[in-house]
């Protein structure tokens, strides 16, 4: 089964692992018996905000991106035209373009999205909380 991670979920595992369960964490941890995937639309949102000085990394985006991602192991996903033009089908639960990006490429892709956002259980995709994998 292939995963997609949500922006928020990946930058805790990161940041402070103490937020997630014994289970948890090993659920994402276990890139032998999963696929997990980081979309570049969570490394564009997480340029925004570090741009703008919202968030705080320990390295700018182009560096902590690449590093992060190899050493969890995980898998990268592209954006592509058919993601971007698929946007406009979802009903208008909310405004976040980067969530509905990932909607519509975990839609497309046929992807589990690892999320706490309760506003993604609003949409016709399979959505695991980390409670769900706790």
């Known amino acids: 089964m292939r ?5 928020q979920i990946f930058l805790w595992f ?8 014994p289970n948890a964490r090993h659920f994402l941890e276990d ?3 999963k696929q997990f ?8 949102e997480v340029a925004i905000k570090y741009g703008l000085g919202k968030l705080k990394l320990p390295e700018i985006p ?3 991106f690449a ?13 592509d035209l058919r993601h971007v033009t698929r946007v406009h089908s979802l009903p208008p639960k909310h405004r976040d373009p980067f969530d ?3 909607i519509t490429q975990a839609m497309l892709e046929e992807m589990t ?5 309760r506003i993604f259980r609003d949409y016709k995709v399979d959505v695991l909380t980390i409670k769900d994998i706790s």
């Open 3 to 7: 995963y997609l991670i949500d922006t």
């Open 14 to 21: 990161l940041s402070d692992k103490s937020r997630f369960s």
């Open 31 to 33: 890139t032998d018996s």
């Open 37 to 44: 995937v980081l979309s570049d639309v969570s490394a564009w």
């Open 62 to 64: 182009e560096l902590f």
């Open 67 to 79: 590093d992060r991602v190899r050493r969890a192991g995980y898998k990268h996903l592209r954006i």
């Open 100 to 102: 509905r990006l990932l």
């Open 113 to 117: 999205i690892i999320s706490d956002d």
